[in-house]
């Protein structure tokens, strides 16, 4: 069974700080896909990647695809309180099912 | 309504009891998903509907049973549930079973007393 584990599981920054959030797996996936769940929503598609080494941004976010596509990153530049919420990776298996990571809790401070 | 949506958001059951989630989506897609969403754990995907057939059923107990009348309706009809069902349970569509973008409803959150 394929795991996606995602680091840190909770992160409190201020408003304005960098930060990164990472998204591990010893498999490799044919794609892998960033979800934003705010409380009493449910999840929400920010990106996916498909390619090796792929980068796509989306105003202040940044997400990379490894190389070996079995690991990922989102980078947030100037953290908003907006930005606040649980950040989900999910990675495609070969039949398409999708394999979750538990999540990072993100909360930024105005 | 838009999107996909979820009643009731909120459910207290007793173990005994008999209750029902809804799901409704609006986005003329074919596929259907049930998911359990528990804190610090990944989703879990439970039930799968393409075209109205069960296509997934992912070792979910019997206590839970889905039902699936047409591509716009999912239920999942709860009976007898423990308390570590406790959890929110989350409805999704797609144009295709896993081949599209999931769109998720905004769940409803289930404690079992």
């Known amino acids: 069974t394929q795991l996606l584990e995602q680091s840190p599981q909770f992160l409190s920054i201020q408003e304005g700080e960098n930060l990164t959030v990472y998204c591990n797996s010893s498999s490799v996936f044919s794609s892998l896909q960033w979800y934003r769940q705010e409380p009493g929503e449910g999840p929400v598609l920010l990106v996916t990647?498909?390619?090796g080494g792929e980068v796509k941004k989306l105003k202040r976010l940044t997400f990379q695809f490894g190389d070996a596509r079995k690991d990922s990153s989102l980078h947030i530049t100037a953290a908003q309180p907006g930005d606040t919420g649980l950040y989900l990776c999910a990675g495609a298996e070969s039949n398409y099912q999708l394999i979750w990571g538990a999540g990072t809790k993100l909360i930024i401070k105005p | 309504e838009t999107g996909v949506t979820q009643t009731p958001r909120h459910l207290v059951m007793g173990m005994t009891n008999k209750k029902s989630l809804k799901c409704e989506q609006h986005l003329g897609h074919n596929a259907m998903y049930w998911y359990k969403q528990s804190a610090k754990k990944p989703l879990e995907l439970m039930f799968v509907y393409n075209f109205k057939e069960q296509t997934e059923n992912n070792s979910v107990p019997s206590r839970f049973s889905p039902e699936c009348p047409n591509s716009s309706h999912l239920f999942l009809h709860l009976h007898t549930l423990q308390p570590e069902d406790s959890a929110l349970y989350l409805c999704?569509?797609?144009?295709?079973?896993?081949?599209?973008?999931?769109?998720f409803g905004p769940g409803t959150r289930l404690t079992v007393l």
């Open positions: 990647v498909v390619t």
């Open positions: 999704a569509s797609s144009g295709l079973a896993f081949t599209d973008t999931q769109y």
